[in-house]
């Protein structure tokens, strides 16, 4: 065990004791917050519950070292730490638990996430950066456990980055030359999630400033630590990962939860030495008790013996605490006392004045309905239904928008067949109403600024009259070569990226250019690769984060769903991490290499932005725009598409496709053929075949998936061929049923059609190995052309005879 040395400094008594008594404040506040949050939740004002009770002493000790442009990556019990570091406070928590949709009351998440789900504010209302080096950072909570830590490793990551790029020394809103730490937290139960051993890992190898706090209380909501942990202890089974003779690693250092003077002492060593030496640390804080058990879903007297109950009231840290301030003669008998009912009522009104704040514009709102209601009831002859219902309404204690929504929406059902210009009012409100809603519940899934890179002016690539044919690559290659000269907030990391350049030579030589701070190779760890570009978008760089091949994904995508997905939305736009996940599929070989599993992908990233260009040019384009705006996407490049020529555009770096577009890339009069990615190319051979047999094809690349057509484009080439195919190499129903919804019902599409729209997919197994492998696995030009002359032959058999 390390051994804690005492500050070098030692603080004169009266001020010690301040800092002290202020602190057993905070965690006498943060207590009874967690008591009254439980009542809430089971009186029926509150859904559900989760509090941070029996951590309290841990935490103050933690926020005693956690400064201005530190980042948390941590979970949903750090309540006090919250509220330590001035963060967060009673009223803001208690509308947190009311789900409160107002980022002024509720900062964190505006009532989008649960209560204990964390964040700070880093941008303005305008979408722009705050300065973050000058501010105590939250990043946003997510609930599944583990989820925290993949980002965590990004966010420390960056302060090497920032300390290790000198062009960025002067970046000082971002910050301080790379002097902040990232701060995690973690319940030990959830040490078991394969996603905290890959971050453990790849931290101890980037060797960043990452200081892990793990909360151990023996149990994974009921299931005790010996189902959980070998050794039920994570810090005697990470010593292969400390530092010694051998190599770098981490500092471990454990502590009791109840130990006030030791946990100070710890965090006050171990904090100074990651954020002196750049190296990860983990802090074990063992004997900690859960005092009101897991969550209000319920007890956990039905899993803990007598004497395990008996020793966490012996050893709640908060009473340990006041045993020791009392035997310290820091305070007395009184003062404990007296702090203890200051707390008591500081709670009590935080938890009035939050359920005002809740409860009175939902009021409102029901008065002004109500006013617009009493006019229509008394020529209604539906009355005495309306009068029913508007009456129960103003009798329910909880009252929500969801009510008054139905009681407008069932009055209009009910006067159905009147006509009056009161009817006309509630009609109007209810649009109102609609909409203000939906500003409140369902706004920011993307940026809603002038930063949104849907907003960026689109430039087509230009060409000279002798302008080279080269592999895509090499057009892709040049493109980076001049991103990365022009932007110095700009790192690529991944598998293979740095050294040679990637497997496909994208970043070939790009790496002895910049340096491999900027251009570097990780190990095989995409859920961490992942993490780690979105904890440095969180910090204003602007990475490019690779997974080397498409099926590869699905190890990241829990991460790309749950976090990077859900930022803007979950707090309702005060963060974002304008990443790019940079990656190859579709066409190749084998079951592994040559998936597109794209109806999964864009089904679980609504969030992100999913770009599937069809060439090197025109994924060039996308990074280019991507990188003037501030929302993350993925990038699907074509993986038999790099050695294919295309010209060098002569404004290379400088061109911006625009996402959301589709292209018309074959004109035709017969059928409209929507495709994208490496099937363009298959459609295209199969138009000539087809043209051969009176069959003109027009072809569309949707060249964007997620947003798809923003102009109905689609729909209007419809209105001139009748006709519709979808061609889609991934399985049936996959992204071809999200192509046609979006066809037929966004866009109305399904009023112009003669016949019946088709979808041409891959098989429902993965691609089998080798070229016949894939022949007879993906869509192939034979079976294009042959479908497609079928329904042809359907719609008129007379000119399109049957083919055999």
Known sequence: ??????????????????????????????????????????????????????????????????????????????????????????????????????????PASAGRSMNGHFATRMLDRDGKWKAVARLKNSSADISPTAGQMPRLLGLAYASKIYRNNKDLHDNTNFSNRGNEVAFGTIGDASTSEGLFWETINAAGVLQ????????????????????????????????????????????????????????????????????????PVLFHIQ????????????????????????????????????????????????????????????????????????????????????????????????????????TDVQSITDLARRDLIVLAKKTLQQTINESSSERNALINWLHHYEQYTTQKYNSQLFSETEESPLKVIPVPPTYADDAPWLDGREVLNANFDFIFQHNPLVVAFGEDVGKIGDVNQGF??????????????????????????????????????????????????????????????RTAGGQKAPCIIRTRGHRLEGIWHSGSPMGMII?????????????????????????????PAIVIEC??????????????GEFYAPIGEIEEIREGSDITVLTYGSTCRVVMEAAQQLSQLGIELQVIDAQSLLPFDLSHGTARALSHTNKLVIVDEDVPGGASAYLLQQVLEIQGGFKYLDVDPLTITAKAHRPAYGSDGDYFSKPNAEEITEKIYTMMHLYNPSQFPKLY
Not at 1 to 23: G, H, T, Y
Not at 52 to 61: S, T
Not at 639 to 652: D, Q, S, T, V
């Open 1 to 106: 065990m390390n051994k804690v040395q005492p500050s070098a400094q030692p603080i004169a008594f009266e001020s010690f004791k301040e800092e002290v008594l202020r602190d057993y404040k905070t965690a006498c506040v943060s207590r009874q917050a967690s008591l009254v949050g439980r009542k809430e939740v089971l009186t029926g004002k509150a859904k559900f519950g989760i509090f941070g009770d029996g951590k309290e002493v841990p935490q103050l000790a933690m926020a005693r070292v956690f400064r201005e442009g530190d980042y948390r990556s941590g979970y949903y019990r750090d309540q006090t730490f919250m509220f330590a570091i001035g963060e967060s406070n009673p009223q803001q928590f208690f509308a947190q638990l009311y789900a409160i949709p107002d980022t002024e009351l509720e």
């Open 208 to 279: 960043v400033p990452m200081a892990i706090s793990v909360w151990d209380d023996g149990y994974g909501i009921s299931v005790p630590a010996k189902y959980q942990t070998t050794k039920q202890n994570i810090s005697e089974i990470l010593k292969g990962f400390e530092e010694n003779e051998k190599g770098a690693g981490y500092k471990i250092y454990r502590a009791k939860a109840w130990d006030y003077p030791g946990l100070c002492d710890m965090y006050e060593q171990g904090i100074a030495y990651c954020r002196t030496n750049h190296v």
């Open 287 to 390: 004997e900690v008790t859960q005092p009101q058990g897991h969550s209000t879903s319920g007890s956990h007297e039905r899993y803990k013996s007598k004497e395990r109950l008996e020793w966490e009231t012996t050893f709640d840290c908060i009473k340990k605490m006041r045993e020791w301030m009392i035997a310290s003669a820091i305070a007395t008998e009184q003062e404990c006392e007296a702090i203890e009912k200051a707390a008591k009522t500081e709670v009590t009104v935080a938890r009035k004045n939050a359920w005002e704040a809740f409860e009175m514009p939902i009021k409102n709102e029901l008065n002004q309905l109500t006013q617009l209601l009493q006019p229509l009831m008394a020529q209604s002859i539906a009355r005495p239904f309306i009068e029913k219902m508007l």
């Open 508 to 569: 070939a030589g790009l790496q002895s250019k910049y340096g491999d701070t900027r251009i570097s190779d990780t190990g095989i760890r995409e859920a961490t690769i992942a993490g780690q570009g979105i904890g440095l978008a969180l910090r204003g760089l602007r990475p490019i984060a690779e997974i080397q091949y498409l099926d590869y994904l699905l190890y990241a995508i829990q991460i790309l769903s749950d976090d990077l997905a859900t930022l803007s939305y």
């Open 603 to 631: 089904n679980a990233i609504r969030g992100i932005h999913v770009l599937v260009p069809r060439n090197m040019t025109i994924a060039a384009g996308f990074y280019n725009t991507l990188l003037k705006g501030d929302e």
């Open 639 to 652: 993986l038999n598409g790099y050695r294919l020529k295309e010209k060098l555009p002569a404004n290379i």
